[in-house]
């Protein structure tokens, strides 16, 4: 939870420096691959909402199951000293 928690910072963060400064592409989509969607640029309201979700949602589960298999990795490891 705590890692989707920080996956969501990270893409308030790239969302709020990229859009004051030029921010390289592949740094963006790196560290926020599920922001590509955003380039469909939905003229609804509902599908902006819509892309948004994805979009933040993507990036909770990805740090989410990145956190939690670092989490399981640690613990395995230190039960293993």
């Known amino acids: 939870m705590i890692s989707g928690c920080v996956g969501i910072l990270v893409a308030l963060a790239l969302g709020t420096i990229a859009s004051y400064r030029v921010l390289n592409p592949r740094l963006l989509f790196t560290l926020w691959p599920s922001s590509i969607i955003g380039i469909a640029d939905p003229s609804k309201l509902s599908d902006k909402i819509l892309f948004a979700v994805i979009e933040f949602g993507g990036n909770f589960l990805l740090y989410g199951i ?3 298999g670092l ?4 613990r395995l490891g230190s039960r293993v000293r």
């Not at 989490?71 to 640690?74: C, E, L, P, V």
């Open 66 to 68: 990145l956190g939690t």
């Open 71 to 74: 989490g399981f990795a640690i």
